[in-house]
């Protein structure tokens, strides 16, 4: 029952944000009582950081087996991760950060110490395989993808009512890969982007 409700929580978050769910609505949704929700989770708080870090379980499990070769790994990475995100309204984010300060610590510590030393190294293993042009720098440039994952769904900057996330998440992925691949990475880089 404790994966079937943080399934249905984050089901819910994802489409409606956080914020606008309450326990209600996941007992409701579940065809359960609330008494049946705190057997499992003392609180809301407790639920939402549950279902996320059940999803990014998920996530860390989609993303093993990488390919050997850093940029179709990388593209491999940028796209589960896209598809991940896919779908997840822009006020969980925004509804995670203001109301939710403990789930939103473990998003951040999620990119800072496993996506941030996963880029860092992918960008290493590239350079030394003249995959990656070797006058980047691998921290600057990590820290730049980890910082795009905030940009795109941020609604000062990319407002869906006049940007498709989606297509925008896709823009600024091939644009970051594109000006760190050497010629020789641009085939696996072709080759990756093909497959898609």
Same mark, same amino acid.
């Not at 996506?115 to 042009?133: A, D, T, V, W």
């Not at 896709?170 to 982007?193: D, N, P």
């Given at each position: 029952?404790?994966?079937?409700?943080?399934?249905?929580?984050?089901?819910?978050?994802?489409?409606?944000?956080?914020?606008?769910?309450?326990?209600?609505?996941?007992?409701?949704?579940?065809?359960?009582?609330?008494?049946?929700?705190?057997?499992?989770?003392?609180?809301?708080?407790?639920?939402?950081?549950?279902?996320?870090?059940?999803?990014?379980? =998920?996530?860390?499990?989609?993303?093993?087996?990488?390919?050997?070769?850093? @940029?179709?790994?990388? &593209?491999?990475? !940028?796209? $589960?991760?896209?598809?991940?995100?896919?779908?997840?309204?822009?006020?969980?984010?925004?509804?995670?950060?203001?109301?939710?300060?403990?789930?939103?610590?473990?998003?951040?510590?999620?990119?800072?110490?496993?996506?941030?030393?996963?880029?860092?190294?992918?960008?290493?293993?590239?350079?030394?395989?003249?995959?990656?042009?070797?006058?980047?720098?691998?921290?600057?440039?990590?820290?730049?993808?980890?910082?795009?994952?905030?940009?795109?769904?941020? =609604?000062?900057?990319?407002?869906?009512?006049?940007?498709?996330?989606?297509? @925008?998440?896709?823009? &600024?992925?091939? !644009?970051? $890969?594109?000006?760190?691949?050497?010629?020789?990475?641009?085939?696996?880089?072709?080759?990756?982007?093909?497959?898609?």
């Amino acid at each position: 029952m404790k994966n079937k409700i943080l399934q249905t929580a984050f089901d819910l978050y994802r489409r409606f944000g956080i914020k606008s769910i309450s326990m209600d609505t996941v007992a409701q949704e579940l065809a359960a009582s609330k008494k049946t929700i705190y057997q499992w989770f003392e609180n809301k708080d407790k639920l939402v950081e549950a279902a996320l870090n059940e999803f990014l379980q =998920q996530v860390r499990t989609s993303s093993e087996n990488s390919p050997e070769n850093s @940029v179709e790994a990388l &593209v491999k990475t !940028l796209r $589960l991760h896209n598809e991940k995100v896919v779908g997840i309204n822009v006020a969980f984010f925004y509804d995670l950060k203001k109301y939710h300060f403990q789930a939103h610590q473990k998003l951040d510590r999620y990119l800072a110490e496993e996506l941030r030393p996963y880029f860092i190294k992918n960008l290493q293993n590239g350079i030394e395989k003249g995959l990656y042009r070797n006058d980047i720098d691998p921290e600057i440039v990590a820290n730049l993808c980890i910082a795009s994952f905030s940009v795109v769904v941020d =609604q000062d900057v990319f407002p869906v009512s006049q940007f498709n996330q989606q297509e @925008v998440r896709m823009q &600024v992925f091939k !644009l970051f $890969l594109r000006g760190i691949v050497t010629s020789e990475g641009k085939r696996f880089l072709q080759s990756a982007s093909e497959e898609n």
